[in-house]
């Protein structure tokens, strides 16, 4: 059943053209995400197919009920009021932890990501239009999120740089770049090997036409040097041999001419092929100016955090490992970023702990210098550009700050741009670059990837894996946490946990106690030695 259609819609911002003529139809079932890079028109083609932005040209028609969940910070009430119409089940609600009537402006991201679904989604409706809707989310949370888009009947039309949420939920990808919009059967990783697929074609055809012209332009090249080496008569010959000469060296040239011609023509009418925009896949290792001697950059011992009257987590002890990259996991409000602010305020670096009161014995190593990345771009220069931001706190040479800009998909002149010109995604690149050539050998980054566009996100993985000093993450991001963690810190009941491996490796450690819990197994016994051991020492 047809549920909408989109007929020869373009869009365009003074200048930019963000679409044009673009025309589709979507049928009962369909679940189709919607990629691109940052301002490439994602937001704007949702709006335009909910009706809250009109296109400058072609007709949107929906034939059904519909729900539009927009974009963070894009819909949701400041304060409570009159309580707001909920179109989601009590159930939802409660699982979500949302409450209608307590809506107000310092809700913490996540808090409004979850209001923001709930208020917006119908699960009785026949089309889903959703922004981001895990934007900020728990990994609970989204998980939530998950269940309920897989068990929704109607069509779907997601816009998420969540790749797990795409792979799970869609069926077919809609890819938006340089004002062109393409299809791809299947979900995120099927259209990321078509994707690749198609750039190696187009790379092929590219340098075939470049081998083609530069073949038929030397072949002219050659031709006319020829033409124009062929000698007059010598003045000693006769005048009956100078004109057979000189008949002879005309024909010649005609011909050379002849051919230079039909070469010039074929030259002409080659197809000009473009070269394919290709993300950089430059590998180097970016390396601090020394890391710490010490195994451990940072040791914990009976550490407790609390906020106000909540104790965010009691009598808590790990290591941060030197050169490892750790992921720090808790839901929205267990303390995770509280926890790196008291690791800054250790390093003597200005943090923002607020009311948060810490007890217990948090020691860094003494050569440890941290480099902090939180999302308030407080630590950049909106006068400045993008090059003379980052070569500000630099301790690397100016090539090697433009490749790891180039890295992260700022290349050639975009360096020149000013901070104050970019979207959210572009400051958080630069941010980013800036930590990564400082004197830092220690990185804390707080939820890094939630500014980004797919694409970017897949560049700053590669560029963490290529980093050789310590990384603590703070994610929710499962893809992000799947390609990066070597090991896991977890804040769950009030206790930092340690897992030394990834979470995958941990999910399958779970999946197995929880198999021998239901089989009935008993924990194991120790060895006969070791129960005598522990015996005496208890003794």
Do not use: W
Not at 125 to 140: C, F, I, K, Q, V
Not at 142 to 165: N, P
Not at 317 to 335: D, K
Request: glycine content about 8%; hydrophobic content about 35%; proline content about 4%.
């Amino acid at each position: 059943m047809l549920l909408l259609s989109c007929d020869k819609i373009s869009k365009s911002y003074g200048d930019r053209n963000i679409f044009s003529d673009f025309s589709m139809k979507v049928y009962s079932g369909d679940r189709i995400g919607l990629v691109g890079a940052n301002g490439s028109g994602k937001s704007t083609l949702l709006k335009i197919l909910a009706g809250a932005e009109p296109p400058d040209s072609g007709q949107v028609q929906v034939y059904t009920s519909f729900s539009f969940i927009r974009q963070q910070d894009d819909g949701v009430p400041e304060t409570a009021g009159t309580p707001p119409v909920c179109r989601s089940d009590g159930k939802l609600l409660s699982v979500l932890g949302v409450r209608p009537h307590k809506i107000h402006k310092n809700m913490s991201g996540g808090e409004k990501s979850r209001t923001r679904f709930s208020l917006a989604y119908d699960p009785r409706a026949g089309l889903l239009l959703a922004d981001e809707p895990t934007s900020n989310m728990d990994m609970e949370a989204i998980s939530v999120i998950q269940k309920e888009l897989l068990d929704y009947t109607g069509a779907i039309f997601l816009v998420s740089h969540d790749r797990s949420l795409l792979d799970m939920i869609c069926t077919s990808i809609l890819e938006i770049e340089d004002g062109e919009i393409q299809l791809y059967e299947g979900n995120y990783s099927a259209y990321l090997a078509r994707r690749q697929e198609k750039i190696r074609r187009l790379l092929f055809e590219y340098d075939s036409y470049i081998s083609e012209k530069k073949r038929l332009e030397s072949r002219i090249q050659e031709r006319n040097q020829h033409a124009g080496s062929i000698r007059n008569a010598p003045k000693r010959m006769g005048n009956s041999e100078a004109r057979l000469h000189r008949r002879s060296r005309t024909a010649v040239q005609k011909k050379l001419h002849h051919s230079v011609n039909a070469m010039q023509s074929r030259l002409e009418h080659v197809e000009k092929k473009e070269k394919p925009k290709e993300l950089p896949d430059v590998r180097m290792s970016i390396d601090p100016p020394k890391n710490p001697i010490s195994a451990a950059v940072l040791r914990v011992k009976n550490l407790s955090l609390s906020y106000g009257q909540k104790v965010l987590f009691k009598n808590s002890a790990f290591e941060i490992p030197t050169g490892r990259r750790t992921v720090l996991l808790g839901g929205n409000g267990t303390g995770k970023t509280s926890l790196a602010e008291s690791m800054i305020k250790r390093s003597g670096q200005p943090g923002n702990c607020g009311d948060v009161l810490e007890s217990g014995e948090l020691s860094l190593s003494p050569d440890v210098r941290i480099g902090y990345f939180k999302q308030d771009f407080t630590c950049l220069d909106e006068n400045r550009t993008i090059l003379g931001n980052v070569m500000e706190r630099s301790v690397k040479p100016e090539h090697e700050v433009r490749t790891v800009l180039a890295r992260l998909l700022i290349a050639r002149d975009d360096v020149f741009k000013k901070i104050s010109v970019l979207s959210g995604g572009e400051k958080v690149k630069v941010a980013l670059a800036s930590i990564l050539v400082s004197d830092a050998n220690f990185l804390i980054l707080d939820e890094p990837t939630n500014y980004l566009d797919i694409f970017s996100m897949e560049a700053l993985e590669k560029v963490l894996l290529d980093y050789t000093g310590t990384i603590l993450a703070i994610s929710h991001d499962r893809k992000f946490i799947e390609n990066i963690g070597q090991r896991l810190l977890m804040i769950e009941e009030k206790e930092i946990k340690t897992f030394e491996g990834t979470i995958k490796e941990y999910e399958e450690k779970e999946k197995t106690l929880s198999a021998r819990n239901k089989r009935g197994y008993a924990p194991e016994e120790p060895h006969p030695s070791t129960q005598s051991k522990i015996s005496k020492a208890a003794e």
